[in-house]
């Protein structure tokens, strides 16, 4: 009797536990399918986002470009000379406004294709120097600090890069308009490039205000600008070194910060110097 009594027991307990697990697989099964759900319109968010910006950007630049083209033919007076120089003046800060102005629209652009993962580079082997060159051109252009003050120093001046051209002036400008743009008009910035043993390595050092140590794990996100001084007061979206991890991590290089407060940045790049796996 007792025997029986205890199998009847353990029928019941192994009912009971059946039970229990169909109720667990059901919650279980709830919450998988709301996790899907949850992912779906978080990728559809995502997506039209990335649209958005995309088209926003793309209505931006028409009118911009036909701002930067109209104050650049005032500026150069083609049409006859301009009596009044104010004038002149004026039309040349219009100029560098546009032209800051679609920075941070390509910026948008790019970072809302890298997010849609559309954004492609093509690798071709040419000069870094005189892709560094070019890019210190564009931002001398329109930096307050004498031309003299970007310095390039190379390791070799026919060093050879694997990149994407358009891809690494991208890098390059954006790195040197932030160093530009958060250090004092007196003092340099410098580029280094190097080869190593199969990597190629550029890095740009200022000494400008710095980044605390606190926020410098968060710079290469979206939409993050450092809190101190300087850089507080600065503007910009925030996109600028975000997008450039986007493209050195396109490129299967690598990207590393090092800064002190009050004494300046070093962003240094690490490209290598063979074909991308990307």
Do not use: W
Request: charged residues 20%; contains cysteine; negative net charge.
């Amino acid at each position: 009797h007792q025997i029986l009594t205890d199998l009847a027991a353990v029928v019941v307990n192994e009912l009971e536990l059946r039970k229990v697990n169909r109720s667990l697989e059901a919650v279980v099964a709830l919450k998988t399918e709301a996790l899907v759900q949850e992912k779906a319109l978080l990728e559809q968010a995502s997506a039209e986002k990335s649209r958005f910006l995309a088209m926003m950007s793309h209505e931006f630049r028409t009118p911009l470009n036909a701002i930067s083209g109209f104050s650049e033919t005032i500026q150069t007076e083609f049409l006859g000379k301009i009596e009044n120089r104010q004038y002149v003046d004026y039309a040349g800060h219009i100029y560098d406004s546009s032209q800051q102005l679609v920075g941070i629209v390509n910026n948008i652009l790019d970072f809302s294709k890298a997010e849609a993962k559309r954004l492609e580079i093509t690798p071709t082997r040419f000069s870094v120097g005189a892709a560094i060159m070019d890019a210190i051109t564009l931002v001398a252009g329109s930096s307050k600090r004498s031309r003299d003050l970007f310095t390039l120093s190379l390791s070799n001046q026919d060093l050879p890069i694997f990149a994407d051209n358009a891809g690494l002036q991208r890098i390059l400008i954006n790195l040197i308009s932030n160093a530009d743009k958060f250090s004092t008009n007196d003092k340099p910035i410098t580029i280094n490039a190097r080869a190593e043993a199969t990597t190629v390595v550029i890095s740009v050092v200022d000494h400008g205000c710095g980044i605390p140590a606190a926020e410098q794990d968060r710079v290469f996100e979206p939409f993050i600008q450092a809190s101190n001084g300087k850089r507080a007061s600065a503007g910009g979206t925030g996109l600028g070194l975000a997008l450039t991890k986007e493209l050195v991590d396109l490129h299967g290089g690598d990207i590393h910060l090092a800064s002190t407060v009050g004494a300046g940045t070093t962003v240094t790049v690490t490209f290598p110097n063979s074909p991308s796996p990307n």
